[in-house]
């Protein structure tokens, strides 16, 4: 059973690096959680090693700027791991050919396609029409409120032709401000549900996880795991990946399931157990909001 707490500062110590969520932990789309900040800016005066591990589409450099517009500083991070970069690594050695079909915003995710220079002879990548596509990329659907049934007409046509889709942020939906959207994810199970093959690279898939680990290596840290610990408010995402990765979790009950575990500042108990009863996982510790 997890255990309710009402501050990071009450379980900090046992840990020496924290892999942290962005969406619905450390801001909501619009503007940071100051007391997110704080908590972790105190957590990095105190030794500890902040990696924001995030299911974002973007390159680790667009998510900072992205982020520092929010109002999360610097100084509460040491690393940024993204599912974007995760995925960009595989679309630039090929994993669904040179000619793609994108699925995203533009320009708000153009930076998918910056040059990627640790890869050694990168695919070139051209972006074409789906009739002449050897695979997909998607970073997240067209227009994020509509249905995502509406890509069925192409999802099938893809599967027929036996396409690979690259799911760069395999989360299904996000709460921006008050507004629910669809994401990337949401459009990967659609089509494996059709009979498609979607390549997942975030959370709660291995790859990311190996990426926050070289990231802290990079930084000189190697904690095993008992030291790490993953936050977030993704019961499927942030959770579940601590899980596979065998990893201490903090669930932040205040995010995506804030109505069904009734959060307001902390989570009703008696609501908390029946909605992780429902999931059928439990993570280590589950507080209202990151503090």
Same mark, same amino acid.
């Given at each position: 059973? $997890?255990?309710?707490?009402?501050?990071?500062?009450?379980? *900090?110590? +046992?840990?020496?690096?924290?892999? /942290?969520?962005?969406?619905?932990?450390?801001?909501?789309?619009? $503007?940071?959680?100051?007391?997110?900040?704080?908590?972790?800016? +105190?957590?990095?005066?105190? =030794? =500890?090693?902040?990696? #924001?591990?995030?299911?974002?589409?973007?390159?680790? @450099?667009? /998510?900072?700027?992205?982020?520092?517009?929010?109002? /999360?500083?610097?100084?509460?991070?040491?690393?940024?791991?993204?599912?974007?970069?995760?995925?960009?690594?595989?679309?630039?050695?090929?994993?669904?050919? *040179?000619?793609?079909?994108?699925?995203?915003? %533009?320009? &708000?995710?153009?930076?998918?396609?910056?040059?990627?220079?640790?890869? @050694?002879?990168?695919?070139?990548?051209?972006?074409?029409?789906?009739?002449?596509?050897?695979?997909?990329?998607?970073?997240?659907?067209?227009?994020?409120?509509?249905?995502?049934?509406?890509? &069925?007409?192409?999802?099938?046509?893809?599967?027929?032709?036996?396409?690979? #889709?690259?799911?760069?942020?395999?989360?299904?939906?996000? @709460?921006?401000? +008050?507004?629910?959207?669809?994401?990337?994810?949401?459009?990967?199970?659609?089509?494996?549900?059709?009979?498609?093959?979607?390549?997942?690279?975030?959370?709660?898939?291995?790859?990311?996880?190996? #990426?926050?680990?070289? &990231?802290?290596?990079?930084?000189?840290? %190697?904690?095993?795991?008992?030291?790490?610990?993953?936050?977030?408010?993704?019961?499927? $995402?942030?959770? %579940?990946?601590?899980?596979?990765? +065998?990893?201490?979790? #903090?669930?932040? %009950?205040?995010?995506?399931?804030?109505?069904?575990?009734?959060? @307001?500042?902390?989570?009703?108990?008696?609501?908390?157990?029946?909605?992780?009863?429902?999931?059928?996982? *439990?993570?280590?510790?589950?507080?209202?909001?990151?503090?």
């Amino acid at each position: 059973m $997890t255990q309710i707490i009402n501050t990071f500062a009450d379980i *900090s110590s +046992d840990y020496d690096a924290a892999f /942290v969520d962005l969406w619905g932990c450390m801001h909501n789309g619009i $503007t940071a959680h100051p007391a997110a900040v704080k908590a972790m800016q +105190d957590y990095r005066t105190r =030794g =500890g090693v902040v990696i #924001l591990v995030t299911n974002s589409p973007r390159p680790w @450099d667009s /998510v900072a700027d992205q982020i520092l517009g929010l109002g /999360v500083p610097d100084d509460a991070w040491d690393a940024i791991a993204t599912s974007g970069d995760s995925a960009r690594a595989a679309m630039f050695r090929g994993v669904v050919g *040179s000619k793609i079909w994108f699925m995203g915003e %533009s320009p &708000r995710d153009d930076d998918f396609f910056k040059p990627l220079k640790i890869i @050694d002879d990168p695919v070139e990548i051209k972006k074409v029409p789906l009739e002449e596509a050897e695979g997909i990329v998607c970073c997240g659907p067209f227009d994020p409120l509509a249905d995502v049934d509406v890509n &069925r007409p192409e999802f099938l046509y893809a599967k027929q032709k036996g396409l690979k #889709l690259l799911c760069a942020n395999p989360d299904i939906i996000v @709460d921006r401000g +008050d507004v629910r959207e669809w994401c990337a994810g949401a459009l990967a199970a659609l089509y494996t549900e059709m009979g498609g093959e979607s390549l997942y690279f975030g959370k709660p898939h291995p790859p990311i996880y190996d #990426l926050a680990r070289r &990231r802290l290596a990079a930084l000189g840290k %190697s904690p095993s795991d008992p030291r790490i610990i993953a936050i977030g408010d993704g019961i499927g $995402t942030d959770i %579940s990946g601590a899980l596979q990765e +065998d990893i201490d979790s #903090l669930f932040i %009950s205040g995010g995506l399931a804030a109505a069904e575990t009734k959060t @307001d500042t902390t989570p009703d108990p008696q609501a908390l157990s029946d909605y992780l009863q429902t999931e059928m996982i *439990s993570p280590t510790y589950t507080i209202g909001h990151l503090r």
